[in-house]
């Protein structure tokens, strides 16, 4: 039986790490365009030997994080605190990938949009320095006048986008305070060869309960068609208000992971 078991998780939280220096002092991110691949990519390499990417391939948009500590083939998803120039930390939750020492974010637009105004980035690893011990990147990155905005542009992401501020009222269940799922959300496991996958939305529930202007913000196997059985499903999800109902319309995010069993 295939199955899509729903997991609603946004959660963001501040940490607290070991120090580790590093800079880059480049004028803008290295770009890569293949155009037989459909992509176009901008990276960064900093001194402790991680890499930061953003990237569009064929209409897919990810971010990635590579030359992080190794986790164990059972670890799925793993929480990094990061604090951007003087803003809050916030607790963005990564998808390992095949390379155990890679991870692509939940968030990948907003992340990168926050990305391409450069400055000092804190990415805090739990447990990253060995068990009980996190470990701290310390970097600072150059803007990026380009290389990032042309990845967004490739995928047709706005290089500004205003629901980037909402996510913050978002809870872990990935609901805004006072909304509840009414008719939860049911996708069909789409046609295709990966026993597993996952997706990432956001949506605009309006004050009668139902979904708009949903978007997939990020999916895994790319070609998996995971965000295309999300989209399908949330016409027929809605949400319900505790209290009195908004007469203005709310975002929420929530994430689907698929399973065939």
């Known amino acids: 039986m295939k199955k899509a078991a729903v997991a609603l998780a946004v ?3 501040a940490g607290s790490a070991v120090s580790q220096d590093a800079a880059n002092t480049g004028e803008d991110w290295d770009l890569v365009k293949d155009a037989r691949k459909k992509s176009t990519i ?30 164990t083939r059972r670890t799925k998803t793993r929480p990094i605190t990061i604090i951007f120039r003087d803003e809050e930390a916030k607790e963005w939750r990564w998808n390992v990938t095949t390379d155990r020492a890679g991870a692509v974010a939940d968030f990948p637009a907003p992340f990168a949009r926050e990305l391409r105004l450069g400055g000092r980035i804190q990415i805090i690893v739990p447990d990253g320095g060995g068990a009980g ?6 970097l600072e990155l150059p803007a990026s006048g380009s290389a990032i905005d ?6 047709g992401r706005p290089l500004v986008d205003p629901r980037d501020q909402e996510l913050d009222a978002i809870s872990e269940e990935g609901l ?67 209290g009195d109902q ?3 319309p709310r975002m929420m995010a929530f994430r689907v992971n698929f399973i065939m069993q």
């Open 176 to 242: 805004q305070v006072g909304m509840r799922w009414a008719r939860q959300i049911r996708p069909r496991y789409p046609a295709n060869n990966y026993s597993e996958g996952f997706a990432v939305a956001t949506c605009v529930a309006q004050p009668d309960g139902r979904l708009r202007d949903c978007v997939i913000e990020t999916e895994h196997p790319a070609d998996g068609r995971f965000g295309e059985a999300v989209l399908k499903a949330t016409r027929d999800a809605t949400v319900a208000y505790d």
């Open 133 to 138: 011990r996190n470990l701290r990147y310390d």
């Open 42 to 71: 901008a990276y960064v390499t900093t001194t402790p030997g991680l890499s930061i990417a953003t990237r569009c391939m064929d209409g897919a948009y990810s971010a990635l994080l590579v030359g992080l500590p190794e986790v």
């Open 246 to 248: 908004p007469t203005a």
């Open 150 to 155: 042309e990845t967004l542009t490739a995928c």
């Open 11 to 13: 959660a963001f939280s």
